[in-house]
């Protein structure tokens, strides 16, 4: 296992805590971590507008009326393009940009990037992250001690005030562990992990 130093919100280390390796020491394969941030891009992409055609159209098929002696034009059905509530001639037919990878290929990826981070020596464990009352600039104070300028921060369970504090810091992100994904991770320079999530990591990644 490995053995990271843990701080305050001073920025000094206070204790120590391992790591275990099934899910902070996996080998990494970009590979990997390309398809699963590719897959998660895809699937906040909005899908691409679509109309109805001629045969999407909910209506009788039975001719309006009959074909000579009326004066009028030669209709077909009411579901023609040239009447109104009819099908769309050369409209767009849409198309869906969602994908799905396997769960466990999924998890693995989680791994592969929770360990680049420690390989990487850009993961630092909190023992707590208080901020009272809700205010940035308490918030940015103790960033400012951590020196971290990019980073990912990860509780354990949901944290009003820490949240909102850091809503309008730029660069900085505050997630829950059960929120945990590949892109966030690899995204932020510094991966920050308040104590109390690493237990909740390790039972969502070790089965």
Do not use: C, W
Request: charged letters at 25%; hydrophobic letters at 40%; glycine letters at 6%.
């Amino acid at each position: 296992m490995a053995v990271v130093e843990v701080h305050n919100m001073e920025g000094k280390p206070v204790a120590q805590v391992d790591l275990p390796d099934a899910v902070f020491n996996v080998p990494v394969k970009p590979h990997v971590l390309h398809a699963v941030v590719t897959m998660q891009l895809a699937n906040r992409r909005s899908a691409n507008p679509t109309v109805k055609h001629r045969g999407d159209v909910a209506g009788s098929t039975r001719k309006l009326y009959k074909q000579k002696g009326t004066g009028r034009a030669r209709r077909g059905d009411i579901k023609s393009p040239l009447l109104r509530g009819g099908g769309v001639v050369f409209g767009p037919d849409g198309r869906l940009y969602a994908r799905l990878l396997p769960k466990k290929v999924r998890q693995l990826a989680l791994k592969m990037a929770l360990s680049s981070k420690l390989q990487d020596r850009a993961l630092m464990v909190v023992d707590r992250f208080d901020v009272e009352p809700i205010k940035t600039k308490t918030f940015v104070t103790a960033i400012k001690a951590l020196n971290l300028k990019s980073a990912l921060i990860v509780t354990e369970a949901k944290n009003e005030t820490l949240e909102r504090s850091s809503r309008n810091v730029p660069d900085v992100k505050v997630l829950r562990s059960e929120g945990l994904n590949v892109y966030d991770v690899l995204k932020y320079d510094t991966l920050v992990l308040l104590q109390p999530a690493i237990k909740t990591i390790e039972g969502r990644l070790i089965p």
